[in-house]
């Protein structure tokens, strides 16, 4: 097959991650691809938003097929995340405690509630959470770390990840070469993401600092 140049609609080069990860899906097809999406788990600032568009994009210029770049994609998702979750095993809930107790601004009480937390809505937490930039690499650690059933940790990954894979995939193979019409949606919604969880930790440590300096006060 002679390579086709590697362009966007307006006639750009792809440079950078996006030419790599052409580059690497064009060498080795639809197994490239997974393993790109694999190393986005691991490595959450290599942006899947980017990544699977490029996998439907690699796929509309007839390198593989649709399928074969959601099966790949979400193959690989599943091994990244399975990674993290073994991470998350190792670590274990001891040295969990151990560091959190050592950490500033922070009780026991608080990973108590957070484990409680998990035990209710884990299974939502990890089907949601591969839908959720930053987070889809992320919440495989705990998961690990709480030993959710191995069987129910990837039925939720492999639903998840499906839907979200198919959803980028789907779209840069319908767009072609316009597929960076994606980008700035996918990362106007990063940047909500990451804004939100910004303001959550700045407010947790607002208030945490607040009753520290409550209880100073009170004390004789």
């Known amino acids: 097959m002679i390579a086709l140049p590697l362009t966007t609609a307006g006639g750009e080069e792809l440079t950078g991650i996006s030419g790599w990860a052409v580059d690497v899906m064009e060498r080795l097809g639809g197994p490239g691809a997974g393993a790109i999406v694999a190393l986005e788990n691991l490595f959450p600032p290599i942006p899947s938003e980017i ?4 996998a439907g994009f690699t796929a509309s210029r007839g390198d593989f097929s649709l399928t074969a770049a959601i099966f790949w994609t979400t193959l690989g998702s599943m091994v990244g995340a399975l990674a993290m979750y073994y991470l998350g095993a190792a670590f274990g809930r001891d040295r969990m405690y151990w560091v959190w107790e050592r950490l500033p601004l922070v009780k026991t009480e ?4 957070t484990e409680a937390w998990f ?12 839908m959720v930039p930053i987070f889809r690499s992320l919440i495989s650690v705990p998961a690990g770390i709480e030993r959710m059933s191995l069987p ?20 840069g193979f319908t767009l072609g070469e316009q597929w960076p019409r994606i980008e700035p949606y996918a990362d106007t919604f990063q940047k909500i993401v ?25 004390r004789p």
Do not use: C, M, Q
């Open 110 to 113: 608080d990973l108590e509630r």
């Open 51 to 54: 990544i699977l568009p490029l």
């Open 152 to 171: 129910l940790f990837l039925v939720l990954t492999l639903l998840g990840s499906l839907i979200w894979n198919s959803l980028f995939v789907g779209l």
């Open 194 to 218: 990451i804004a939100l969880v910004v303001l959550g930790v700045s407010w947790f440590v607002v208030n945490r600092v607040r009753a520290v300096a409550h209880e100073r006060r009170r």
């Open 119 to 130: 035990a209710r809505h884990g299974t939502k937490a990890v089907f949601f959470g591969r």
